[in-house]
């Protein structure tokens, strides 16, 4: 037991990697990444330079960062009351109790010191071995890293190739590869599930396009398999517990960094995962905004790099943590956990099920990848020249340039960060691809609701095995919402999945009540003769949920005050 | 020499913010199609569109339905680099798009802005004193209008919620349309307080509703200019509102004719909105009425004052 947790401190003080006795020699067009670790240190040592600069020009402001820095983890860490933390906590108030007797230069030696210690906890690491490696395995991974303890041999063969044809990948991918090699791919995907980023890194393998470097949550490197691949792949690890300013500051200098140098990114831009099951319609970008920074400074610096955003949509017909994320969600968003750890992804039951459910579908997941745009929401064409209205090209470099002289200035790249928000979220209603669970969802929740007027949206919910939609209706109405789905695809507002463009309405509800049955915990709908009885509306209200946007435009007369209630519900378009 | 600032359209307003940027001391360049009067020793008179890109700041005062079309024309001769401000009031088609909106669909720029409030172009021109608010989000922005503008005689505040203060100068805009039409009806103060609040409380619901924040609609883009049109200054609005009240034809060219048409689409796509989301506001709705043609003084008051009213 206590070697156990000696190796557990160990790995996550100082996740495993393995010496490289005959490095790779540099081929032309290698990603970046490649090549990471001969530049490690000297991006940390840029970091710390940068942060200390930014906080140590006058003695209060130093004082006032390292109290705030002292203060914030001190709190936190006499919450977590382990022996891991106690070493740190007794630095911690030492420091606190110092702060007011140290002379400007011992201050800024102090920041320096925590700066230095925060970005090589944070900076990454990238193995071309692990990466090669990771193309061959990723199906052991995928659900190795979910519980290390116990690998079923079965699963470590078998399911890959199954994923590999469920997992389908759409947009222009060749545009995509031209431009990692003009400038920097940041990717920017609606997030909805923990499988996001290895379903994305995979398709990315497989597609050739380039790996990309992306913070994960820190609690996801406490698992020592999971942590192993994600350090050698370029991952580097956020914590975000820790609250106080100068972590997000060598965060966000990091994140800048990495891309001012020509890293490919990634970031979810929604912060968490969807709970409610909705399209993300605020995104706040956080760490993404860092590239519109790293733009400009390349342009200050005069060795301009194209930076290049790419929306992607992941649409899953159905999500791993579908039950917890939901109940998250109804439980009001004051109590929602920010970040959940004992979700489905930690339970090899779960994963396994869902998995072996994944085998038996026409498509599981689509990632969809939009076209590729300039940091000012401008379309490129393939060679990377930012397109305006009328058709011209135009230097994008003039957006960060004012009397002819480049700057970086945070504010108006704040504005510049809002604008993005705000295509991106059109672009992910634009982009997503509806899936044939989330439709045969919102129908069945429709009539749920068309059933339970004037009822409030907990006491509904309550409702379970209660009302039962005749199974012809159902039919019925995934017919006619089917075409106007396709007609809103015609017309360029949304995606459609191809099974449920191809297969017939009768087909269309077997294989989504066939889908949850054999993974959701619950039940979701109960076939009763020709009726289908709703068990479990919470389930059917997260996945419907992706089709908030559009509700009215699927619904007919007769279904239309159901369907505005539920845009009511979701809090109007 | 050099241009500091373009200013387009050679109506009141354009040589009125052209006078205001002269007296602090900048070097100006007015674009109009049919130049009106004469250049000065520091404005600059032009026919030529493309010479606006000279100037990083640009303003637009123009009527808002020619904005598009001049913003089209405009956008093949700018970049990035160029700041650009308009000083219409108006919302064009059917998602209620503002004037920002349309110059950063139409041109490469995203440094975009709103100029409104109580100011009226004689003052800007007289160099009487006023005030206006620049919407933006980009604090260059509101710098830049700044410094080209203001002066002790005209102070000129900010906001970064530029879409508020859009909404509110366009539902004042039809407001003063109203007053206009009220007051040559013969109608008591008191209704005309009750008509003109009920607007815009309506109108900061709205912009609520489409991502305004609702106390831009109590500063100077939304009570501040209804207080102006109230106090009765020479806003084109009153004059086009008493004519419709007289069953005038209204003018066929010149500001009035835009003003006209600015607040009869603006009510009508308003209404068509508010229709389309499902949603009340009586008071925006008899308006449109009104300026439809649909509905005469005496039925507009009778049912002004016959609303279904609960709590404010």
Known sequence: ?573 | MTTDIAILGGGDFGWGLAAAATRTGKQVLLWSRRPQREATDSITVTTELERAALAELIIFAIPSIYVTEVAQQLATHIDGSHLLVHISRGIVGENLLSLTQVLRQQTPCRRIGALAGPVVAHALQQGKPSAAIIGSRFPEVQAAVRDALSSENFQVYATDDVLGVELASTVVGLLSLAIGYARHNGLHPSTLAMLVTRGLREASQLGVRLGARAETFHGLAGTGDLFAALAGDDRPELTVGARLAAGAATADAGTEAGTYIEGILGARWIASYLDRINCEMPVLRLMNEVFEGRMGGTEFFTRLMTLDVDGE
């Open chain 1, 1 to 573: 037991m206590r070697i156990k947790s000696i190796v557990a401190r160990v790995l996550k003080a100082r996740p495993l990697r393995v010496p490289n006795l005959f490095p790779r020699a540099e081929q032309p067009g290698d990603p970046r990444i490649f090549h990471f670790n001969a530049e490690r240190q000297q991006v940390i040592a840029d970091v710390v330079a940068r942060v200390v600069d930014r906080h140590a020009s006058s003695r209060a402001h130093v004082e006032y960062i390292l109290n705030d820095a002292a203060n914030s983890e001190t709190r936190r860490l006499a919450g977590q009351k382990d022996d891991e933390t106690a070493f740190e906590l007794d630095r911690w108030r030492k420091l606190s109790r110092r702060i007011a007797k140290l002379s400007h230069a011992e201050l800024t030696e102090e920041l320096r010191k925590i700066v230095d210690h925060l970005a090589s906890d944070i900076a990454g690491n990238f193995d071309t071995r692990v990466y090669r490696m990771t193309q061959h395995i990723v199906p052991g991974v995928l659900t190795g890293v979910m519980n290390p303890r116990a690998l079923p041999r079965d699963l470590l063969q078998l399911q890959w190739t199954m994923l590999n044809q469920r997992l389908q990948a759409e947009g222009d991918i060749d545009k995509l590869k031209r431009l990692a090699q003009i400038g920097t791919l940041v990717l920017v995907p609606t997030h909805s599930s923990n499988l996001d980023s290895v379903a994305l890194g995979y398709t990315l393998v497989r597609e050739g396009l380039p790996p990309v470097v992306y913070g994960a949550g820190k609690n996801l490197f406490s698992n020592p398999v999971l942590s192993f691949f994600m350090h050698n792949l370029g991952a580097y690890r956020v914590d975000r517990r820790i609250r106080a300013q100068v972590y997000k500051d060598v965060l966000k200098t990091y994140s800048c960094l990495m891309l001012e140098r020509g890293y490919h990114s990634l970031f979810f831009p929604g912060g968490t995962r969807s709970r409610s099951g909705m399209i993300e319609r605020k995104v706040k970008l956080g760490l993404a905004g860092t590239a519109i920074e790293a733009f400009a400074r390349n342009q200050v610096r005069g060795t301009p790099r194209p930076l290049f955003f790419v929306p992607v949509t992941i649409n899953y017909a159905l999500v791993l943590e579908a039950e917890t994320l939901i109940a998250d969600h109804l439980k009001g968003a004051g109590k929602a956990r920010y970040i959940i750890t004992d979700d489905e992804s930690s339970q090899l039951d779960r994963m396994l099920a869902f998995t072996a459910k994944l085998r038996g579908l026409q498509s599981a997941c689509v990632i969809r990848f939009a076209d590729p745009i300039d940091p000012f929401c401008n379309p490129v064409d393939d060679n990377g020249q930012s397109l305006v209205p009328g058709g011209r090209t135009i230097d994008p470099g003039t957006y960060v340039r004012r009397g002819g002289v480049a700057s970086v200035d945070a504010a108006r790249d704040a504005g510049y960060t809002r604008e993005l928000g705000e295509y991106l979220t059109a672009a992910y209603h634009r982009e997503t691809v509806i899936m044939w669970t989330q439709l045969v969802a919102h129908l069945l929740y429709r009539y749920f609701v068309a059933e339970t007027r004037g009822r409030d949206l907990f006491s509904r919910q309550r409702l379970r095995g209660e009302v039962e939609m005749p199974r012809q209706q159902l039919i019925e109405d995934i017919a006619h919402a089917r075409n106007a789905l396709l007609g809103l695809e015609s017309e360029g507002r949304v995606r459609v999945d191809p099974s449920l463009r191809c297969e017939t309405p009768a087909g269309l509800l077997e294989t989504a009540l066939d889908a949850w049955e054999g993974y959701h915990s619950t039940t979701v709908v109960e076939r009763v003769g020709d009726r289908l009885r709703i068990e479990d509306p919470n389930l059917l209200l997260f996945y419907q949920n992706r089709l908030v946007p559009w509700a009215e435009e699927l619904a007919t007369d007769e279904t239309m005050a159901a369907a505005r209630e539920i845009t009511a519900l979701a809090g109007g378009v």
